[in-house]
């Protein structure tokens, strides 16, 4: 038998479940999301039954979360986002500091160290890119146009500052695996070279556009072969890698057919990236952690939820201030790399780690289900 085998058959049987999962969870109103994690749940090592690689799936998920992260960087229009919808340039950001500023003075007073507790708070300040997507794109929505639009550019850029800030802490905090002076020099000097290389690719996708499988292969390897160089030669973050890499090549019209061809094995690797962050969820330790779970779902409600509805109405943003926070008030993926990167350090508790993990779960299965029900409730009363 080939050594190969078992760990194959062990992936496809994970994402025949994870569909099940998924399918089961939308026909009782729930997202799909909700269903991967509980299939990583079932196979973790903290639940009884079988036990999966999670070596295996990490590999995978961390695959998917690059080319997650590298197809919302191309996602992000700037030029848009700044002709179109200036007042979240100023929105956004304004709403990630409140956050992250006020949930990191908490986690400061509760013991967290200080370049642990800025992390956090960034986590808590930074929403779902793909549960945005899905809020807005689901054939169940119940947003109107403007509160899309608004939900996606408010997305973009508390993600396009959230980079900058997360790339700062980590460099300055000393967790970028060198000195803060030349963490900050080598961050200046990938996106020196991401953007060399965004002026080149388009090219190379232009002459290539008409053969499909060259310009898949060359759209999936660029985005890894970026990532990659931005964790190996500059010690980023695989996942800001990849965003950065994204967001530079954004920039040029070719890059929408190559975000479009990568769409298909993004979603794959994304339900394996969820799928992996639900063998993390230690039942046990969230049991332990419950008090810390309730002061992350506390902070979010107060310190994120809160302040998008008060801005959205204050700066007149053309969308539903109550769906708008909603939709924008769940935790996820960058979150949960900015979590891990702590953890990993040293800078915050498996405690706190736990409670975020949980908070993902939670904040993404509430915000999905009261998006709508707003939603549907505002179009009653029109």
């Known amino acids: 038998m080939d050594a190969t085998g078992p760990t194959i058959l062990e992936i496809g049987l994970v994402l025949l479940a994870a569909a099940a999962a998924g399918w089961l969870a939308r026909r009782i109103g729930l997202p799909a999301v909700v269903g991967y994690l509980a299939v990583g749940l079932a196979v973790s090592p903290f639940t009884p039954g079988y036990v999966a690689d999670r070596e295996q799936i990490q590999l995978l998920a961390d ?66 890119s793909v549960v945005v997507v899905n809020i807005v794109r689901s054939r169940r929505r119940t947003t109107d146009r403007a509160t899309e639009q608004a939900m996606l550019g408010w997305s973009v850029a508390q993600d396009l500052t959230g980079v900058a800030c997360a790339a700062g802490v980590l460099a300055l905090g000393g967790l970028a695996a060198r000195a803060p002076a030349e963490a900050l020099a080598g961050f200046m000097i990938y996106g020196i070279a991401v953007v060399a290389v965004a002026r080149l690719l388009p090219a190379v996708l232009r002459r290539i556009r008409g053969e499909h499988d060259l310009f898949l292969i060359v759209s999936i390897a660029s985005g890894l072969a970026l990532a990659g160089i931005g964790s190996v030669a500059f010690g980023l973050p695989l996942a800001l890698a990849a965003f950065v890499a994204g967001l530079a090549i954004g920039e040029d019209p070719d890059a929408a057919e190559a975000r479009r061809r990568l769409l298909p094995f993004r979603d794959v690797f994304a339900v394996l990236f969820f799928v992996a962050i639900g063998t993390l969820i230690d039942p046990s330790a969230l049991g332990a952690a419950l008090p810390v779970l309730g002061l992350v779902l506390a902070l979010l409600v107060v310190t994120k939820i809160g302040p998008i509805y008060a801005l959205a109405r204050l700066l007149r943003v053309p969308a539903r201030p109550g769906q708008l926070a909603i939709g924008l008030g769940q935790v996820g993926e960058f979150s949960f790399v900015l979590a891990t990167t702590a953890l990993a350090a040293g800078v915050i508790a498996d405690e706190l780690f736990a409670a975020i993990l949980g908070a993902v779960a939670i904040s993404v299965t509430g915000s999905t289900i009261l998006v709508r029900r707003i939603g549907a409730a505002a179009a009653a009363a029109a």
């Open 63 to 128: 695959v998917g979360v690059v080319l997650l992260l590298f197809e919302v960087g191309i996602e992000v229009d700037v030029a848009r986002l700044r002709r179109e919808q200036r007042g979240l340039l100023v929105a956004g950001p304004l709403q990630l500091a409140i956050t992250a500023v006020a949930a990191g003075a908490v986690f400061v007073a509760i013991g967290t160290p200080l370049v642990g507790a800025a992390l956090s708070g960034l986590a808590i300040a930074l929403s779902s």
